[in-house]
Nanobody
Framework: QVQLVESGGGLVQAGGSLRLSCAAS????????MGWFRQAPGKEREFVAA????????RYAASVKGRFTISKDNAKNTVYLQMNSLKPEDTAVYYC???????????????WGQGIQVTVSS
C-alpha cells in the first residue's frame, strides 16, 4: 500500500505557472505508475497526465498537452506536475494517483491522494 500527499497548489493568475508535487510513502515507489487527475466544481473527475513505472512513457489529456509536464523522481519518491500557461478552466482540485498493477496508469488507479486546490484567476 502507498500513501500519497500532494503539495504546491494555490492561487495563480492566468498565464502563470505552478508545480504540484506528490510525495509517496513506502520503499517501492518505482513499482508504481503515477498520474494526476482533476475535478472542477460540478464536473466529473478527469484524467490529466500519467507517467509509467520506469518514467520512460508519459501521456496527457488533450486539454493540457504542451502546457503541463509530468515527471517522476524515484530517489525522492515524488511525482511532479509542472503546469505552465495556466487558464481559468484549469481551476480544479488536483489528485495524485498511483497503481502497481501495470506499467501505465489504468483508468481507475488503486491509490489516491486527498487532493489539492488549484485556482487560476482571469
Amino acid at each position: 500500500q502507498v500513501q500519497l500527499v500532494e503539495s504546491g497548489g494555490g492561487l495563480v493568475q492566468a498565464g502563470g505557472s505552478l508545480r504540484l508535487s506528490c510525495a509517496a510513502s513506502g520503499r517501492t515507489f518505482s513499482s508504481y505508475a503515477m498520474g494526476w487527475f482533476r475535478q472542477a466544481p460540478g464536473k466529473e473527475r478527469e484524467f490529466v497526465a500519467a507517467i509509467s513505472k520506469s518514467g520512460g512513457s508519459t501521456r496527457y489529456a488533450a486539454s493540457v498537452k504542451g502546457r503541463f509536464t509530468i515527471s517522476k523522481d524515484n530517489a525522492k519518491n515524488t511525482v511532479y506536475l509542472q503546469m505552465n500557461s495556466l487558464k481559468p478552466e484549469d481551476t480544479a482540485v488536483y489528485y495524485c494517483a498511483a497503481d502497481p498493477t501495470r506499467e501505465l496508469l489504468p483508468i481507475t488507479p488503486a491509490y489516491w491522494g486527498q487532493g489539492i486546490q488549484v485556482t487560476v484567476s482571469s
